[in-house]
């Protein structure tokens, strides 16, 4: 159930990081244009003492050395494992931010990656039933896609 809960959180997160890019020029639709953001989207392997504890998604934002994750993802790690969609393996170094009230984690790789960061959506464009597509690792899973629409938006 744990795993679950972080697909369908990540995949919010995720949702409203692309639903920018989604709208415009019909994104959702366009399965190249899909497979090419693939490439910045990890699923994570999260550890404690060694032991897996968890799996997630996350995506690589603002340069080649940034995750964006959710928070309750990483909760209690000592070490994250992130694997692109071809199974490349990106350690990461340290937490640069989180928050846990917004599920919200800012992570750090070791070294900088080859992986393209993805564009956030900053201008407050978001719309109810805007198309919108998910992509994210459930049950370990690396990076299935779903289409879908924005059903709610929440301000905090």
């Known amino acids: 159930m744990k795993k679950v809960c972080s697909f369908l959180l990540s995949a919010l997160i995720l949702i409203t990081f692309f639903s920018g890019t989604a709208s415009a020029g019909g994104f959702s639709e366009d399965p190249d244009a899909v497979e090419q953001k693939l490439k910045s989207v990890l699923m994570l392997e999260v550890y404690s003492g060694g032991e897996l504890i968890a799996t997630g998604s996350g995506f690589c934002a603002f340069d080649n050395r940034t995750l964006v994750t959710n928070y309750h993802v990483i909760k209690g790690a000592d070490s994250v494992i992130a694997y692109s ?5 990106y350690f ?15 992570l750090s790789f ?5 992986l393209v960061p993805l564009s956030l ?24 896609v779903a289409a879908g629409i924005i059903s709610g938006i929440l301000y905090r």
Do not use: M, Q
């Not at 990461?92 to 800012?106: E, K, M, Q």
């Not at 070791?110 to 080859?114: G, L, N, V």
């Not at 959506?121 to 109810?128: A, E, F, K, P």
């Open 110 to 114: 070791f070294s900088p990656t080859d």
């Open 121 to 144: 959506n900053t201008d407050g464009s978001l719309r109810r039933a805007e198309k919108v597509v998910a992509i994210g690792s459930p049950l370990g899973i690396t990076n299935t």
């Open 92 to 106: 990461v170094f340290h937490v640069l931010t989180a928050d846990a009230d917004r599920d919200i984690a800012i």
């Open 85 to 89: 969609d071809s199974g490349d393996p």
